[in-house]
C-alpha cells in the first residue's frame, strides 16, 4: 500500500483540522474537480493512518485489562494474608 505524498510533504499525522486543509491538486485541462490518484493517494494514507490508531487503542485497553486483572489479583491476595495473620 502506497502512502500519500504531497508536494507540499504533509509531516507527522493528520488531525481533523489538517485533514480540511489538505492542498489536493485540481485536474488539468479546465476540467473541474481533483485528481483521481491523489485523492485516492490521501484515501490510503487516512485509512493506514486510521487502522493504525484503531490497533493503538485496542493495545492500550488489553493493558489497561491486564493492569487491571493484576490490581485485582494483589488485592485478593493482601486481604486474604491480612485475614490469615489476624487468625
Known amino acids: ?14 488531525t481533523p483540522d489538517r485533514i480540511t486543509t489538505v492542498p489536493l491538486p485540481l485536474t488539468r485541462r479546465g476540467r473541474r474537480g481533483y485528481q483521481v490518484d491523489d485523492v485516492d493517494a490521501l484515501l490510503h494514507r487516512l485509512a493506514f493512518e486510521l487502522g493504525k490508531q484503531s ?19 494483589w488485592q485478593s491476595d493482601h486481604v486474604a494474608c491480612a485475614i490469615r ?3
Request: proline letters at 3%; aromatic letters at 6%; glycine letters at 2%.
Open 1 to 14: 500500500m502506497t502512502v500519500y505524498r504531497s508536494r507540499q510533504a504533509l509531516r507527522g499525522p493528520f
Open 55 to 73: 490497533r493503538q487503542l485496542e493495545d492500550v485497553r488489553a493493558e489497561n485489562q491486564r493492569i487491571k486483572r493484576a490490581l485485582r489479583t
Open 85 to 87: 495473620s489476624e487468625e
